[in-house]
C-alpha cells in the first residue's frame, strides 16, 4: 500500500505561476523526498529534506516539511513549460531501507 | 559519471513467458532497488540488493525474483508472465548504506507489455 498520498492528482497553471503540491504519510519517517518523473521516462531527484527539518530551498523549489502532521508541499515558483511532468513524494520510512512512494501529482504548464 | 542504465528500454513477452531485465547502477552505489509502476497501482517497491544480498522485499508473488553481481550489477527476473505484469519497471542505485538517506538515481525504466 501507498505510505503517500498526494493532492491534488492533477494541476494546471500557466506559465510563470506558482505550484504547490501536497504530500501526507502515515508513518515516522527519517526522510521525505521529491522526484519528478518526465512522461514514460526515470525519475529524477529534486530534493530531500529530512524529518528534523522543517523548511528546505533549491533554486525555484521550496519544501516544507510538518512531522506532527504527516505533510509536506512542493511549491514551484515562477514556474515555466519544462516543469510539465509528474511530481511524487517518497518516505524513507525509519527501520526500513525502501522508499515508499507516493501516487504522484501531473502537473501541467500552460504557455 | 555515467547514470543507471537498464536493458533492453522496451519488451514485448507473451503470457506464461518468462523476462530478465539488467540494471547498472552508477559506479560505486551498492545498492540497488527494484520498482514497478503501472497506471493503476503507481510506483511499487519490488525488492533492493546491498552487496549480493537481498534486504528488503516488496509484496510481489515469488514469481518476481531478483539477484546482485558482485559488481553491483543486479537483474530482475519474472516467470510465467501475465497480462498484468505489464508495466514500467524501474531501477534505481544508491550509494547510502545503513541509515543514511537514501537518495535513489533511477534508470530510464524498461517498458514490458505483455501480451
Known amino acids: 500500500s501507498q505510505q503517500g498520498e498526494e493532492d491534488p492528482q492533477a494541476l494546471s497553471i500557466q506559465e510563470g505561476e506558482n505550484a504547490t503540491m501536497n504530500c501526507s504519510y502515515k508513518t515516522s519517517i527519517n526522510n521525505l523526498q521529491w522526484y519528478r518523473q518526465n512522461s514514460g521516462r526515470g525519475l529524477v531527484h529534486l530534493i530531500l529534506i529530512r524529518s528534523n527539518e522543517r523548511e528546505k530551498h533549491s533554486g525555484r523549489l521550496r519544501v516544507t516539511l510538518d512531522t506532527s502532521k504527516k505533510s509536506s508541499s512542493l511549491l514551484i515558483t515562477a514556474s515555466r513549460a519544462a516543469d510539465t511532468a509528474s511530481y511524487f513524494c517518497a518516505t524513507k520510512v525509519q527501520g526500513a531501507q525502501k522508499l515508499v512512494f507516493g501516487q504522484g501529482t501531473r502537473l501541467t504548464i500552460n504557455p | ?115
Open chain 2, 1 to 115: 559519471k555515467a547514470g543507471v542504465t537498464q536493458t533492453p528500454r522496451y519488451l514485448i513477452k507473451t503470457r506464461g513467458q518468462q523476462v530478465t531485465l539488467s540494471c547498472s547502477p552508477i559506479s560505486g552505489h551498492r545498492s540497488v532497488s527494484w520498482y514497478q509502476q503501472t497506471p493503476g497501482q503507481g510506483l511499487q517497491f519490488l525488492f533492493e540488493y546491498f552487496s549480493e544480498t537481498q534486504r528488503n522485499k516488496g509484496n510481489f508473488p515469488g514469481r518476481f525474483s531478483g539477484r546482485q553481481f558482485s559488481n553491483s550489477r543486479s537483474e530482475m527476473n519474472v516467470s510465467t508472465l501475465e497480462l498484468g505484469d505489464s508495466a514500467l519497471y524501474l531501477c534505481a542505485s544508491s550509494w547510502t548504506a545503513g541509515t543514511g538517506t537514501y537518495e535513489q538515481y533511477f534508470g530510464p525504466g524498461t517498458r514490458l507489455t505483455v501480451t
